[in-house]
């Protein structure tokens, strides 16, 4: 550690943990995906079945890099009693019979219902390259931040229930081509984004003991929104400008 | 090697080196970023200061990712002769005193010409997400695939000269913020990208002997297609139709 380093630690105390907390809660309200204009679309009607296709097929990308960044954390960890407690999360989208499908699984009755071919869906390859190299720094977040840092990087489930509480009623209200049953993934993620949240939350308010590493828990929050946001900023300048790059999944042509 | 690559392998005989360099050749003009409408404004001088700003600024995450790229490819071969050849790539980027500036160097002429901190530019925090993301991803596939695709994904310099001269002309004529001076970096490039390209040909086309690894080669080179255009994509969105994300580079803010 430098001594410009140093200086920063003994000029910047600890925030209490309310204030810590406090700081990572307020990223929700100003830079979560929720305040997108496409998400706004998304569960106010406003796209074609192609467009929320197109969402759905990217989308695909992410719940996909989920368990392997889980997986990535996990393996940095010596904390038995941690990786315990961690692991239900790769259930919780892999699944793990006999017990139920799996988040990934349950995505794949959504992009069904949007008339794609799994197959396609899963090899990514219609997927956008800006939506697979967001997904990829997410994963590569989680192996090279510090541990607390990289906990904390899943802490925009707090936001999650409203957006998802969001999309149910918006999506079931606006597109005939959603039921109950296509939406199941949404109403699994509401009961488990809380409980992965809340122990995440309580993990780092223990272990960031310095204001430099509570700060890159916050910085850790920003940066997933930010992940986020360029999903869907991808999915806008294709989809609804229209400007669809070469070799990406066009709603438009048959071959997709 | 399973059955079912070996049967791929024996049906699709190689390609002869003038078809794979056919191959290679045949992306540019269906893929590369010249035929960007963002290229085609920024050329055109259809773009004000704070528009060509914005991509100068985020254009130099992608300058500041090629000698990291290129340390990256050297730090896989066990080939001193390979890796003698290759260094001179990082000289051209870093530059190597007494001898010159280097295009990062040459880089951050232009943004002082656009009237940007060299330590904003530098700290990357204004630059969009989404092209962080491209440009590490740029970064990786180098590290990750086999060596001779890593090696092919830099021949996009094969059409590299007529776009830079394409910009240092319309440039030159449309922008009265640039001059030759400003300019500099890329008429480096219209020398040093030729004898790289036609290296990496050669050597591909040495290295590549199965259809499989030329197969993947050809992939390289479209993966690197698709990293440059998402970086268009993402100007576009931003500096263009005007959503900013939060936390980027705003030309209307003083603060930048």
């Known amino acids: 550690m430098n001594e410009h380093v140093r200086t920063i ?24 995906h929720d305040l997108h204009p496409f998400h706004k679309m998304l569960h106010g009607g406003k796209l074609n079945k192609g467009q929320v296709a197109a969402w759905a097929l990217n989308r695909y990308c992410y719940q996909e890099a989920v368990p392997r960044k889980d997986a990535a954390f996990m393996s940095r960890t010596h904390d038995r009693e941690l990786r315990r407690e961690w692991i239900h999360r790769i259930h919780d989208h892999d699944g793990l019979p006999p017990e139920e499908l799996g988040g990934l699984e349950r995505w794949l009755i959504l992009t069904d219902a949007l008339g794609l071919d799994r197959g396609y869906v899963q090899s990514m390859e219609g997927a956008l390259p800006a939506t697979r190299y967001a997904c990829e720094a997410y994963v590569r977040f989680v192996v090279e931040q510090p541990l607390v840092a990289a906990a904390a990087s899943s802490l925009t489930e707090l936001f999650a229930p409203s957006i998802h509480r969001e999309r149910i009623a918006g999506m079931l209200a606006n597109y005939d081509f959603v039921n109950d049953n296509v939406m199941a993934y949404f109403k699994r993620r509401l009961t488990q984004a809380p409980r992965d949240s809340n122990f995440t939350l309580e993990f780092i308010k223990e272990h960031a003991r310095t204001r430099e590493m509570q700060e890159a828990c916050v910085a850790a929050v920003k940066f997933k929104t930010d992940m986020l946001w360029a999903q869907l900023d991808a999915l806008y300048l294709a989809y609804v400008v229209g400007m669809i790059p070469p070799g990406a999944y066009n709603p438009g042509e048959k071959s997709a």
Chains 1, 2 share one sequence.
């Open 9 to 32: 630690i003994a000029t910047h105390a600890p925030w209490s943990k309310e204030e810590f907390e406090a700081q990572i809660r307020a990223i929700g309200p100003a830079r979560y």
